[in-house]
């Protein structure tokens, strides 16, 4: 069980825009920005498509973006395509530790 | 470019250690934090602990503290986690990772080793 909760499973129709949350705490998520966010094909490793909750690595879609309001962050996709369909995992700083969410499911459909 | 590269499957007992190395390149090995990150079969994405090769300092998750070990060789810019006392559980994919900037943008990640645990 994570201290970072996300939903198990999120669906959407292509074109559409999709959001899957990640709450934690007022002592970490709700007072730092060090959330990152990670999206993971099965059987391929994670790759960084949003960190400090709103920043985007280069080469990354502006389709995908990173927000937060109070003790959860979001990560949105819009314009869903086939190929979004992954696993997304948060990541926070909570004390030193840091700590991955569960991982949410997106299923395009 | 960047890239880190692992070693392979490893295949161990109960109560045995693993050591995973992780070798850098394209970048300089000194400037990044080096985290691990490990993922059992059909579960999601479990950090273990960081080390900074440029000082030699180490933090591990609690969970792992007495069984984790973190080390680096900057002359040959490698990095490796030793697991000893190795339980069924630890079966999983572990996977070296880069961290920029101290504030958890893990941006590249090694292949990944599985260790599998079985008597």
């Known amino acids: 069980q994570s201290a970072l909760t996300q939903p198990a499973s999120v669906s959407g129709s292509p074109g559409q825009s999709i959001t899957i949350s990640c709450t934690g705490a007022?002592?970490?998520?709700?007072?730092?920005?060090?959330v990152s966010w990670y999206q993971q094909y099965p059987g391929q490793t994670p790759k960084l498509i949003i960190y400090?909750?709103?920043k985007r690595p280069s080469g990354v879609s502006n389709r995908f973006s990173g927000s937060k309001s109070g003790n959860t962050a979001s990560l949105t996709i819009s314009g869903l395509q086939a190929d979004d369909e992954a696993d997304y995992y948060c990541?926070?700083?909570?004390?030193?530790?840091?700590?991955f969410g569960g991982g949410t499911m997106l299923t395009v459909l | 470019q960047v890239q880190l590269v692992q070693s392979g499957t490893e295949v161990k007992k109960p109560g045995a250690s693993v050591k995973v190395s992780c070798k850098a390149s394209?970048?300089?090995?000194?400037?990044?934090?080096i985290h691990w990150v490990r993922q059992a079969p059909g579960r999601g994405l479990e950090w273990m602990g960081w080390?900074?090769?440029?000082?030699?300092?180490?933090f591990h998750a609690e969970k792992f503290q007495a069984r984790v070990a973190m080390t680096g060789d900057t002359s040959i810019t490698t990095t490796y986690m030793e697991l000893t006392t190795l339980r069924s559980d630890d079966t999983a994919v572990y996977h070296c990772?880069?961290?920029?900037?101290?504030?958890?943008?893990?941006?590249?990640w090694g292949q990944g080793t599985l260790v599998t645990v079985s008597s």
């Open positions: 400090e909750a709103f």
């Open positions: 007022s002592s970490d998520i709700g007072s730092h920005d060090l």
């Open positions: 990772v880069r961290e920029v900037g101290h504030r958890g943008q893990f941006d590249y």
């Open positions: 394209g970048y300089t090995f000194i400037d990044n934090v």
């Open positions: 080390i900074d090769p440029k000082r030699g300092v180490t």
């Open positions: 990541c926070s700083l909570i004390n030193r530790d840091w700590v």
